[in-house]
Structures are given as C-alpha cells and as structure tokens.
C-alpha cells in the first residue's frame, strides 16, 4: 500500500506506464562480466566508430584553455561550419547534445498531451521514448516484410488519427534499409511534419538536404555519433525549416552543447581528409561482413546501407548466440521483439573484428 504522502504518488501518472530506454552496456561493463580486457573486446553492439575520432579532436581537447567558461548557446562556430559542411544557412541548423537530444525538443515543440505520433516499426527506440515521456500518443505503423514504409498505411493512419508528426530513419535502425525519396514526398505531401533523421548519412551517401529548403513540413536530423566517432561527446544537429528554426530557443536550454563536444564536432569538420577515408573502410567492411554473414547458413543478413547489418537467426536461439559472443569478448545487439524475432544487429568493425566474428559464429556452430 502506498500511503499518503508516497513520493512516487506524485509522479506523473503516464510515466509509470511507459518503457524505459534499452541502452547498451558501456565497456567497463562489458570488461567486467567476462573478465576480458577492456581494450580486447570487440564492442559491435551500439554501431560506434572502431577507427575512433579525429586525432585533431584529441589534440584540440587536450590544449583548449577556457573549459570554465560557459560553451556559445548561439553555438556560433559550430553552426558556421555545418553550414559549409551541409550546404545549408546556418539560421537553419542548431545542434544538440547528440540527435537524441533534438527529438525531444521536436516533441517538446510539437506535441501536447494524447497529440497522435506515428512510428514505423521496428525502428530506433528514442521515438517512442521522447513521445511517450513528452505525454504524445505513439501510433505504430509497422514496415512490410522487407522493412520498406508502408506508405498507403501510413497516409491513411495521418487521416485517420490526425496525426501530427512522424519519425522516419534512413537508413532505419535496426534494419539498415533506406526509405527511397519518392516515398519520402509522398508523405511530404500530406502535410504532417516529417523528422527524417539521417543519422547513417555519411555511410548511404543519400540524403534529402536539397529538398529541404522547399517543405516547410521537413525536419532532418544528423549526428557526429556514427562516422565522425563522437558517440561519448554526444553532438547532433538538426536542418529545420526556417519558420520551425526560430521557435526552437523556446524549448532549447541555453548551453546544450558543452564545450568539448562543440569543439571536437568543429575539429572533425576540419579534419574530413582523415575521416572520409575511415568512412569507406566501414562502406567496404560493411560488404564484406554481409558476404561472410551470409555464408553460415543459420543467418540471414539483411542488406544494409548503414554500419550495421540486422541478422535472423535461423533454427537456433539467437539469444544463446548473443551469450556465446559475449562470453568470446564480442558484443553485439540482441533484439527479440514481435517484427525482430529472434535477431541480431552487427555493427561493422574494422577487417579483424570481422574475422574474429566469424571464427567465433564458427565456432558456435
Ligand atoms: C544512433 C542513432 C541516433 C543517435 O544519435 P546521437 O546523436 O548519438 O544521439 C539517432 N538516430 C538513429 C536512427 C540512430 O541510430
């Protein structure tokens, strides 16, 4: 019995109803449940970097002189550079303390109590996270079997739900598939404000950026996470149309991006001729991985245009693999949901993280 003056009494109610955030357990975490060295596992589970960041950004960090100063709320070099880096005015890019950050403003901004948002599934978990705690109703409009949007489905679900907002990934996580731009107007179309968060940009090449300045409707998220290995700094940025940019110091706080962070996304701008080329190491492991996936005959890979690739286990229990892995030091992503059943996301390491995944699957088998 709870009695009168419980504090959880005071919780808002919709939130003890909702899920809480399935992370992935840092390194020393890792280390510590199979004795293996933090520096010899292979972390293939939260579709990081392998090559790390810019060596510019360790430099730039280690002689900065102003850490006690509060970092640019305007983020004034930062969005400068993006702007020559995305091709887009800067009065239309703020950048947050990662993309997640950035969905939650966008439902802060948009969405009152029981406002209907619609999410294609399976995708990234953060969507109807930010929803569900922003007080918004998550609609799911499930993807088809090969994990393409269901777009005459979703239009009617607009209609039918007045919805007010959709998120869209493309590349979509956890599948790697891209949403084709023809699918994308389609939904443009309707009106209903789109976010597209194209946080695996850098590893498709295909993005809708030059679109962007003719749909007042469209939102598209980035991130410094993935192919610039600034996942632990947190640092993102969004492309809003520019009547939606200049209400977002409403729901921004005012120093969002701390300091290291702004200056390691600055630094990793400056230093593209070192991180493009680890970007196409990722592209062609990425397709040598699949191949090597493929070849044992109790996974199916999904083709992907992202740095992971989603794997159906086949006639054995993908979570005794996910177990078997980790114990060998490999981690990776275990989903078993309704649409993911039994499946796992590899990310895409470096060539020997590969071939020690494979010896290992082999060895499982
Ligand atoms: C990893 C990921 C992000 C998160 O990016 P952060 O900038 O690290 O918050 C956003 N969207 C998708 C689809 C992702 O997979």
């Known amino acids: 019995m709870k009695s009168n003056n419980d504090p959880e009494r005071l919780i808002r109610p ?3 109803n909702t899920k809480p955030y ?5 390194l020393e975490a ?3 449940d199979t004795g293996v060295a933090t520096e010899e596992i292979i972390k ?5 970097n392998p090559y790390g960041c810019s060596p510019r950004v360790r430099e730039a960090l280690s002689t900065y002189p ?6 640019d709320s305007e983020q004034r070099q930062l969005r400068k550079a993006l702007e020559g880096y995305v091709g887009v005015s800067s009065r239309r890019l703020l950048a947050g303390s990662g993309s997640d950050e950035l969905i939650d403003w966008i439902v802060r901004l948009f969405i009152e109590p029981g406002d209907r948002v619609i999410n294609c599934t399976p995708t990234f978990g953060m969507y ?21 949007v269901d777009v005459p489905a979703v239009k009617k679900v607009i209609v039918k739900e007045r919805a ?4 869209l990934a493309s590349p979509n996580n956890p599948t790697g598939n891209a949403t084709p731009e023809r699918d994308i107007l389609a939904l443009l179309e309707t009106g209903i404000m789109l976010v597209l968060d194209e946080a695996y940009y850098e590893f498709s090449g295909h993005t809708l950026v030059p679109l962007a300045g003719d749909h007042d409707n469209l939102i598209i998220l980035r991130t410094f996470s993935k192919w610039a290995g600034l996942a632990g700094l947190r640092v993102g940025y969004g492309i809003f149309p520019e009547k939606i940019a200049r209400h977002l110091t409403r729901v921004k706080p005012p120093y969002n991006v701390n300091i290291a962070a702004q200056i390691a996304a600055l630094e990793s701008l400056k230093d593209l001729d070192y991180l493009q080329p680890t970007i196409r190491a990722i592209i062609a492991e990425r397709e040598r991985l699949f191949t090597r996936l493929a070849e044992i005959e109790w996974l199916k890979p999904y083709p992907s245009k992202a740095n992971f690739i989603l794997c159906h286990v086949i006639g054995r229990q993908a979570r005794d693999v996910h177990q078997e892995l ?4 490999i981690s990776v992503r275990y989903f078993d949901t309704p649409r993911l059943t039994n499946c796992l996301r590899i990310s895409v390491g470096k060539p020997e993280h590969t071939d020690a995944l494979i010896a290992a699957l082999s060895q499982i088998c």
């Open 14 to 16: 919709h939130l003890l």
């Open 22 to 26: 399935a992370y992935v357990s840092p």
């Open 30 to 32: 890792l280390s510590e």
């Open 44 to 48: 293939l589970d939260g579709n990081e």
């Open 66 to 71: 102003y850490y006690h100063i509060y970092p």
């Open 128 to 148: 109807p996270f930010s929803t569900e705690t922003g007080g918004g109703r998550v609609i799911e409009v499930p993807r088809d079997e090969d994990f393409a």
């Open 164 to 167: 007010k907002l959709i998120f």
């Open 326 to 329: 980790r114990r060998k030091g």
